[in-house]
């Protein structure tokens, strides 16, 4: 009997073992959560599950968007915010579309030499840590401005559960400790003090933050203007001011979201709505996928050769067009109609060929714009109702400007540095600055993000979007292609390998040992130069995406925590 049971043993395990191969063959599919009504999908477990509570309890998109919002600034500190800006993509059941910029400002008393020294040289860290380094944030406004337009509840209902979050705690992960432990010298550095974010916390640690539930227990009772005119606003001030900020109260006062007209554009029998300008992600995607759209992607194959290579090529044009055309459109003319033409963008790829890459120093406009970090975050909602909403986020760099306002409890940005510190010279991060993105007061710093909402046929299709600085756009393009060209699931469209090209400087950026090392030869061979140490993870992905039979599937991104949550 026991060698009877040993043989059937051995013959499954070598039945297993032949059939890998062959279950590998078969692309088995993994899918992402389902949920037949409405979905969060966001960096954080919690937060997707209180923004998934509050439309079950009758609420809607952009209900959802203040608690997911706010929840990803209580357990997701790295990225979510009370102290940075966004952007916010929508479409409503009926098929409206818009977008809303509540990205920060520059204060009023910038100047656009203030992160020179007396020789015009950019002074480092000047602009990228502490209380110099932060714009006159913009997310409370634009997460009231859109639940004013079109929320249904009232918002201490929304704020409820995202007090009890800050109150109760939340469990601590394995890339929280390592990302709070990197950071500790310079938290410390900064605050001049150890802060409660310290490297003392381990994954499994409960973080409890009073201060902040006090925080946004006030902005409950007292509404927007508790941050921009309130208690919470005088308390910000004079911490900033204590730490060298030059923010004050007529900077918070004056502080407007702004509704923007989308960049509408059409791919195959798709239409595709992404932030307008000050991000650079709408006009980008549009451009790289008009110039991609005359080549035979389908037939290529997936990240193939000759795949790469459109799309490398088209990216290091859209590029170095944002380098030179775009900034804030309330103070820069930018010729959106001209940069998203057919015309246009067909003369950009005339010289394009598979036998070599197109020189980087053959491109027109050479100025490509300063240091844009990779911390920013995003989340994906749909709702009961039919509406469906693409939000992206940030503090700019991880823990922004690393300042730490221990009596409100959150961290403020370092958007500053996302301006040209010195246009046309290489800033700290050896990146170049365009005049288009130089620092004026008020003025908004041009970003990369790209919250996008696709449909197909006139119907919603997917919402998408991610962190990553300039990755950000080539991430949600490789998404959007993946879903239709490759007719992958949106959890096999995020998982995906990707690949970045951004112009300057000249490479393919890969993400480490995910691409066959044959490929990337035959990419060499060709004369270009790959990078896989640059960026080992690019983007991180948070889509939904409507299925055939009107059930929605959540692609959570695996290279972070991020929770796909619904109903």
Not at 535 to 543: A, F, Q, Y
């Amino acid at each position: 009997m026991r060698h009877f049971l040993s043989s059937c043993i051995l013959i499954l395990l070598v039945w297993s073992c032949k059939n890998e191969p062959e279950k590998q063959m078969l692309n088995i599919k993994e899918k992402g959560f389902i949920a037949h009504k409405a979905m969060v999908v966001s960096a954080r477990e919690e937060a997707s599950k209180i923004g998934s509570d509050i439309m079950q309890q009758g609420g809607n998109a952009f209900d959802a968007m203040m608690a997911t919002e706010m929840a990803l600034a209580v357990a997701y500190p790295y990225a979510g915010n009370l102290g940075g800006g966004g952007f916010l993509v929508y479409r409503l059941a009926d098929g409206t579309k818009g977008a809303l910029d509540y990205r920060e400002k520059a204060p009023l008393a910038s100047e656009k030499n203030m992160y020179l020294d007396e020789n015009g040289d950019i002074i480092q860290n000047k602009s990228t840590v502490g209380g110099m380094a932060v714009g006159v944030p913009g997310t409370i406004a634009g997460i009231f401005e859109a639940q004013k337009r079109f929320g249904k509840l009232d918002v201490a209902t929304i704020l409820a559960p995202v007090i009890e979050l800050a109150k109760n705690g939340y469990i601590i992960t394995k890339n929280q400790e390592k990302r709070i432990a990197g950071y500790d010298s310079m938290f410390k550095a900064v605050n001049l003090k150890e802060i409660p974010y310290n490297n003392k916390l381990k994954a499994g640690d409960r973080m409890i933050n009073n201060p902040l539930a006090a925080t946004l227990q006030r902005i409950a009772n007292h509404g927007r203007d508790e941050f921009y005119n309130g208690e919470t606003a005088k308390k910000l001030v004079e911490f900033l001011q204590a730490n060298g900020s030059i923010i004050t109260l007529e900077d918070l006062a004056k502080y407007e979201a702004k509704w923007r007209d989308p960049i509408v554009f059409e791919y195959d029998d798709l239409t595709i709505t992404s932030m307008s300008p000050p991000s650079s992600g709408g006009i980008c995607l549009n451009q790289i996928m008009i110039m991609a759209q005359p080549f035979d992607l389908k037939d290529y194959g997936h990240n193939s050769l000759k795949y790469i290579q459109v799309l490398v090529e088209a990216e290091k044009r859209a590029y170095a067009d944002r380098s030179y055309y775009l900034g804030d459109p309330d103070f820069v003319d930018i010729p959106v109609k001209t940069l998203t033409s057919e015309a246009y963008l067909n003369n950009r790829m005339e010289d394009f060929s598979f036998s070599e890459p197109t020189s980087v120093d053959s491109l027109s406009h050479g100025n490509i714009i300063g240091y844009e970090s990779n911390e920013t975050t995003h989340y994906s909602i749909v709702d009961q109702f039919g509406n469906a909403i693409a939000v992206t986020t940030t503090l700019n760099g991880g823990y922004g400007s690393k300042l730490y306002a221990n009596e409100l409890g959150f961290f403020l940005n370092n958007e500053m540095d996302d301006f040209s510190s010195k246009p046309g010279e290489p800033n700290y991060y050896g990146l170049i600055g365009a005049e288009a993105n130089s620092i004026e007061p008020e003025k908004r710093m041009l970003s990369s993000m790209t919250p996008t909402i696709v449909e197909k046929d006139g119907e919603f299709y997917m919402s998408v979007g991610t962190p990553g600085g300039s990755t950000i756009i080539t991430s949600v393009l490789q998404t959007i292609l993946n879903v239709h060209e490759f007719e992958m699931n949106m959890q096999e469209a995020v998982n995906a390998p990707r690949f970045h090209n951004q112009w300057l400087p000249d490479e393919i950026r890969m993400e480490p040992n995910a691409f066959d090392k044959k490929l990337i030869q035959q990419l060499q061979n060709l004369g270009y130069n790959i990078n896989e140490t640059r960026s080992p993870i690019i983007g991180i992905v948070d889509g939904i995406l409507q299925l055939e039979d009107g059930t929605y599937e959540g692609g959570a991104d695996k290279r972070g925590d991020d929770t796909a949550v619904g109903f």
